[in-house]
């Protein structure tokens, strides 16, 4: 167990790893967006296609990790521990970032965009506080707070871990594919822009397409840690074919992406949110195991 506890650990940290890389290749990338903060002239289509292929999982795996623990620290700590912890390390650190340090990359986007900033006082309460509002890369922060307390809320439901280890069920992963690529058809059908972001009462800040798809896996990783399915080694056999169907759905991702541009309508959008969704679930399962 010891071992296995250190391998989550190192999954969650090489995952925060390729975040950052996603990051950093978007100043080298072809077609870097134009809010982007520094873009090299000296682009790449190499970039462009490590974007396109780390924007798809990374997050997934992070909230599926934090899911998967929630429970074991809820257990350990009781409710008042457990909400208190996550207000220490959670939700302290979002208010400041978001209220302290995302003004700058608002101000640096808007100066990308060839926007006048103004002095910074009349930018904080004027710009940041309206149009040009973002939460940077603290809103990972406000999405996680918020499905933790959705987990304490829920959490009698889910009960004691079972006694002993099954398997991996892959009709539950398969309803839960299959429950986010509904979310995903659904909101991409008011909002066909699968990259928007949306702010809620400049409180949460989020991309509403992939909101869906990421409580769900957060959920997964509650259920998976329930039924203790990582516990023991997977044959080599199922391992190697959730990998290989991981790395065929990354492939149609990007291919996709790249083909059908960043709108998308009806059978477009329904099979883009399909793969999308599926890559995003069968690589995160793929490194769990």
């Not at 999954?11 to 809010?35: E, F, K, Q």
């Not at 839960?176 to 995903?184: D, G, K, N, R, T």
Request: net charge positive; charged share 10%; proline share 4%.
């Amino acid at each position: 167990m010891g071992e296995r506890f250190y391998f989550w650990d190192r999954m969650r940290i090489w995952s925060v790893y390729a975040v950052l890389l996603l990051h950093a290749g978007m100043t080298y990338m072809v077609g870097a967006p134009a809010w982007w903060y520094v873009i090299d002239r000296n682009h790449s289509l190499f970039f462009l296609y490590l974007v396109l292929l780390l924007d798809i999982f990374p997050m997934s795996v992070l909230f599926f990790v934090a899911g998967h623990f929630a429970p074991a620290t809820l257990h350990g700590r009781g409710k008042t521990g457990f909400l208190i912890g996550k207000i220490r390390r959670i939700a302290v650190p979002w208010i400041i970032g978001v209220l302290f340090v995302a003004p700058f990359f608002s101000a640096a986007s808007m100066r990308s965009l060839g926007y006048p900033v103004g002095n910074p006082v009349t930018f904080y309460t004027t710009l940041f506080f309206g149009p040009a509002y973002q939460q940077g890369v603290y809103w990972f922060l406000g999405v996680l707070l918020l499905f933790f307390l959705l987990f304490l809320l829920l959490s009698p439901f889910f009960g004691e871990q079972d006694a002993e280890t099954t398997p991996i069920n892959g009709c539950v992963v398969l309803l839960c594919w299959i429950a986010s690529v509904a979310l995903y058809y659904g909101v991409g059908s008011v909002q066909p822009n699968i990259d928007a972001w949306l702010n809620v009462g400049f409180v949460l800040y989020f991309q509403q397409l992939r909101i869906g798809g990421y409580l769900l896996i957060f959920f997964l990783g509650v259920y998976a840690w329930k039924k203790r399915w990582f516990e023991l080694r997977p044959s080599k056999a199922l391992a190697l074919g959730v990998l290989l169907s991981a790395l065929v759905l990354l492939c149609a991702t990007v291919l996709l992406r790249l083909k059908l541009g960043g709108e998308l309508r009806g059978l477009s959008l329904l099979l883009y949110g399909a793969v999308h969704q599926g890559a995003a679930f069968l690589t995160t399962i793929a490194a769990a195991l």
